[in-house]
């Protein structure tokens, strides 16, 4: 079977059961420590810092102001809570300094990323310098397509393969297939993933997840549509820091203008877990889902 086909195959049978294979990705939707609508974001001028929520406990009492709080978790995991003034900053500027900080936390694993991007974007000029022989033996790569080719159409179903690629329609899930790069759309939410560059990009409305992944090493931007400011920004790797961190990221909310509240983790775990989740309530806890 092509592997176009498999993967076609395996999204659709993917509410009923998992497909085995060379590779097994499963997207999901949760709402850890932040069930509820949204709200609008409170204005605040100082941390609310509790002694103790969750498995997190404060170190000392609130610096700087009532503007940072600082706390530890299991496993000496550490957070920090930031009360940030936009002044005449921008968010993606305040947010960008507090990427880059978190990065130098885990150097190699951001290495690799930025390498595999940098690769993936040089795979991609030498794609563009082919395309003109690539149009060249278009008549003959149809020919080849076309002899390959397989259809099925029975009313509401609509399968298409053509040598590796392949298109599928259902009513309400459009699929498709083309190299390296596929795309599913799901009733309003659309999911563009290239094996090429270890991409996915996820759209639902104004809401965006984006995750690159290169052998262990991933990263996750997620935000929310809307004025207000709801961004998350994970970076993981099973190998161990220097400094023993597996996991570094932050969660930034905040209503249009600021004040932003900003929690960064660090942790020895790979996944997310409680500290995370415990991480999110102090935001909630400041200024509102």
Same mark, same amino acid.
């Given at each position: 079977?092509?592997?176009?086909?498999?993967?076609?195959?395996?999204?659709?049978?993917?509410?009923?059961?998992?497909?085995?294979?060379?590779?097994?990705?499963?997207?999901?939707?949760?709402?850890?420590?932040?069930?509820?609508?949204?709200?609008?974001?409170?204005?605040?001028?100082?941390?609310?810092?509790?002694?103790?929520?969750?498995?997190?406990?404060?170190?000392?009492?609130?610096?700087?102001?009532?503007?940072?709080?600082?706390?530890?978790?299991?496993?000496?995991?550490?957070?920090?809570?930031?009360?940030?003034?936009?002044?005449?900053?921008?968010?993606?500027?305040?947010?960008?300094?507090?990427?880059?900080?978190?990065?130098?936390?885990?150097?190699?694993?951001? /290495?690799?990323?930025? #390498? &595999?991007? %940098?690769? +993936? *974007? !040089?795979? @991609?000029?030498? =794609?563009?310098?082919?395309?003109?022989? /690539?149009?060249?033996? #278009? &008549?003959? %790569?149809? +020919? *080849? !397509?076309? @002899?390959?080719? =397989?259809?099925?159409?029975?009313?509401?179903?609509?399968?298409?393969?053509?040598?590796?690629? +392949?298109?599928?329609?259902?009513?309400?899930?459009?699929?498709?297939?083309?190299?390296?790069?596929?795309?599913?759309?799901?009733?309003?939410?659309?999911?563009?993933?290239?094996?090429?560059?270890?991409?996915?990009?996820?759209?639902?409305?104004?809401?965006?997840?984006?995750?690159?992944?290169?052998?262990?090493?991933?990263?996750?931007?997620?935000?929310?549509?809307?004025?207000?400011?709801?961004?998350?920004?994970?970076?993981?790797?099973?190998?161990?820091?220097?400094?023993?961190?597996?996991?570094?990221?932050?969660?930034?909310?905040?209503?249009?203008?600021?004040?932003?509240?900003?929690?960064?983790?660090?942790?020895?775990?790979?996944?997310?877990?409680?500290?995370?989740?415990?991480?999110?309530?102090?935001?909630?806890?400041?200024?509102?889902?």
């Amino acid at each position: 079977m092509r592997r176009p086909l498999f993967v076609m195959i395996c999204a659709l049978s993917a509410l009923t059961a998992a497909c085995d294979g060379e590779r097994t990705i499963r997207i999901t939707s949760t709402h850890t420590g932040d069930d509820g609508p949204r709200g609008v974001l409170k204005i605040v001028d100082a941390l609310q810092c509790p002694q103790t929520i969750g498995t997190l406990t404060r170190k000392g009492s609130a610096r700087a102001g009532g503007t940072v709080c600082t706390y530890t978790g299991a496993k000496g995991a550490e957070v920090s809570l930031h009360l940030v003034r936009l002044d005449n900053t921008s968010i993606e500027t305040v947010l960008q300094a507090f990427e880059t900080r978190l990065s130098r936390e885990m150097p190699l694993t951001t /290495a690799r990323l930025r #390498a &595999a991007e %940098a690769s +993936a *974007a !040089a795979e @991609a000029a030498h =794609a563009d310098a082919d395309a003109a022989r /690539a149009d060249a033996n #278009a &008549a003959r %790569a149809d +020919a *080849a !397509a076309a @002899a390959g080719s =397989a259809t099925v159409r029975v009313p509401g179903v609509h399968i298409e393969t053509r040598g590796e690629d +392949a298109d599928v329609r259902l009513p309400g899930i459009n699929i498709e297939s083309h190299g390296d790069r596929s795309s599913v759309r799901i009733g309003g939410i659309n999911i563009q993933s290239n094996d090429g560059t270890g991409t996915v990009n996820i759209r639902s409305g104004e809401d965006r997840v984006s995750i690159q992944s290169h052998a262990d090493s991933t990263e996750v931007r997620t935000s929310t549509g809307g004025d207000s400011t709801r961004i998350t920004w994970i970076l993981t790797d099973p190998e161990a820091s220097e400094a023993g961190w597996r996991l570094v990221g932050f969660e930034a909310r905040g209503p249009q203008g600021g004040p932003v509240v900003i929690a960064t983790i660090r942790s020895r775990d790979k996944e997310r877990g409680r500290v995370f989740a415990d991480a999110r309530d102090l935001v909630t806890l400041n200024v509102g889902r």
